[in-house]
């Protein structure tokens, strides 16, 4: 199978294989951050290393957050005292795709409700925009992003009140959650949640990034990349936007998404590729390989559902990656729940077998 080429057996799409490492594959890495890079500021594991020697083979490397929070300088320097090396050019935020979705809608020099941190502000002006502070500073529309832990109540109430006047309401993203150091806390989705119930659920607003096309635009425009490979921690935003953008994308599973997760995803949630971290951009991918029995073969596993359950045949340790019985088992899961009238087998014991 070509690189990247997610292969259906009867309609059923199944993890895609490449001969050779994906750093090679692809030209361009579009890399989300939190869950991937980092959480809650630290280094994610082997996130360093990776990145080093797949920028050092050639890949360009591209920094794509929902995170409207900080300005890309910010980022990037952030990046690099983790140790790897960015520049502002280097990142793209959801701020910025935002601050281009009003700046087409409105004419420059708008007055624009903030409810978030400085990187919307600073991406606002670079877009002629004038970010202000209060409902009753006339305001021609309300955006809302991440704005941090610390966020007062009192933002939320001003969007609600321009909102409610009828205000045209924007969102750099809407992902309910964020990992951190601690732990999974509220996202700008939750955020959104406040204004939309202190509203009355009348409105819904207008939302740039990922899965969202404003996100994919904005990439394109600021990286150029040709053969670009989407690499992020979720299904509902990293994964379904490469779908919606028609371009291949890596799961790692250092962030929010889980095996259990994984191998319950409904299509558009479906990676191409899959890993335990950015090591999977090191490597090449075995080809999961179906079977006329209805099993699923990649590296030493063999996966199957029996019973409604998945079922799995391997043993970590005797030469079997790990990874690749996880893939064996998206290619079962994925073909049991594509079948007419299939649903998602119970993955319980494999999962335990696994160690995931």
Known sequence: MRNGEGRREGGRKLPGGSAVALSAAYDTALLDLDGVVYAGGEAVPHAVEALGVARAGGMHLAYVTN?????????????????VPAEAGDVVTSAQAVA????????????????????????????????????????AA??????GPGMPWARFAEAAYAVGRGVPWYASNTDLTIPGARGIGPGNGAAVEVV????????EPKVAGKPLPPMHRETVLRTGAERPLVVGDRLDTDIEGAFNGGVDSLLVLTGVTDVAQLLAAV??????????????????QPEVVAEGDGGFVCGGWRASVSGGELVLDGTPGDGADVMDGVRALCGAAWSAADAPGGGVPDAGKVLALLGV
């Open 67 to 83: 995170n409207a929070l900080r300005t890309p300088g910010e980022v990037a320097e952030h990046l690099t005292e983790l140790g």
């Open 100 to 139: 281009r979705m009003i700046a087409d809608d409105l004419p420059a020099g708008s007055r624009v409700l903030v409810v978030g941190g400085e990187g919307l502000r600073v991406a606002l002006r670079e877009r002629g925009l004038v970010p202000v502070e209060s409902a009753d500073d006339d305001p």
């Open 142 to 147: 309300v955006v809302q992003g991440y704005g």
């Open 196 to 203: 939309r119930i202190a509203t009355g659920h009348r409105v």
């Open 267 to 284: 299509p558009e949630h479906r990676p191409t590729y899959v890993a335990g971290d950015l090591r999977g951009l090191l490597t090449g």
